[in-house]
Each structure stands twice: as structure tokens, then as C-alpha cells.
């Protein structure tokens, strides 16, 4: 399998082509801005990078090219995820696994839902909303995770999930766990995250807020 990394230079995306090189033969392309540059470091016989923003369609469609399945890091702009399912839509791509938060169905209960309103604002939570609808469309095949609050911690890679629908759980999440999920995701063959809306959460922190607030 080929997979693209869009937004790879940030840090879930360095994770993931780490876990990925590590865990699985599959090949990836890895597109950021100045990614020749910036990810030169990663360069192999299975790692390829390819320099743009999510606004660049011809280097996206070039991006592209032979991939199985597509990683989103990034759902901050709108005008960006609409040319990123357009180049999806030119070159017949339906799979996408994309990074969003937590709010944008009104799931998360309690005090700890109005303090991450309050953190994240109406209009934050509002753009995420809009970009997700984006990829949560028939035409494709389309995981969107949901994530809690993020924290680095080697060796933590405990997710709990919950779907669409279901109240939010967990106030914070290890990078290193939603790397982990994501690589199983894209291993999975029962087909169970296609069309997922999936809450991503640490088990056992239902808390008021993060521990590191």
C-alpha cells in the first residue's frame, strides 16, 4: 500500500511515518510545506516528499499519483480540504483519514464540554464542523477522528473510541496513541472505520479538563 502524509512536518505526522517505516512495508509520501527541507532526513527507498500547501492543487494531484489512501493532519482551512477532495475527486482517491476535534456534533457533556468550548471558541469549533462535512460525504471512504486534547508521552498508546453519536470520553490523548490508532486504521481489512466518525480519547480521563491545564 502507498500512503501521503498531507501536513507530514508536524508532529502527529513525523510519528506516523515513524510507525509506519516501523510497523508495516508500506510506501509514503510525504508532502509539507518545504518538505525537501524539512524532511530530507526521511528520504529512503519507501519514502518519497513532495514540496506544497494544501492550496496546491497541481501538487497535490501530483502527490497523488498510484496512492491507496490518504492521512488529512490539518482540517484548519476550508479553502484548503475543498482542494484536497477535488485533486481526491481528479485522480479517483476515495480513501481519506483526517484529524479534526473534538465539539463539532455538540458530543462533549458536562464541565468538561464547556471548558473546551471555551478554549476552542464558536467559530473554532464551527471551522471544523464546516471542513469536516468536506470528507464527510458518500462519494468517499472517509475516517474522521475526532481528537481530544493532545499530549506527548512515550510509551502511552492507549486510545478509547467512541462513534458518532455517542457522548464524548477522555480529556486528553497521546500523540503517540492517535499515531498508533491511525496505523491501525490503515491496517485494518474489515472495513469497520470507513464512514466513521470516531471520538478519540486516553481511557480513564474523564476529567473537568486536561491534567495538564
Known sequence: MKILILGAAGQIGRMLTTD?????????????????????DALSDRVSLTD???????????AMNGIDSIYLNDMNSKEGVQTIVKAMQATGIKRIIVASIL???????????????????????QLHKDTSSLVETPDLEYTILRLTWLYNSEGNRNYHLTSKGEPFEGAQVTRQAVSQLIVDILNDRTGKFIKASLCVGEPGTNWDKPSFY
Open 20 to 40: 509506519l517505516l516501523k510497523q508495516t512495508d508500506n510506501e509514503l509520501v510525504l508532502y509539507a510545506r518545504n518538505a525537501s527541507r524539512r524532511l530530507k
Open 52 to 62: 506544497g500547501d494544501f492550496t496546491e492543487y497541481d501538487a497535490l494531484v501530483q
Open 103 to 125: 465539539g463539532i456534533y455538540d458530543e462533549v457533556p458536562g464541565a468538561f464540554g464547556q471548558w473546551n468550548l471555551r478554549m476552542l471558541g464558536t467559530r473554532g469549533i
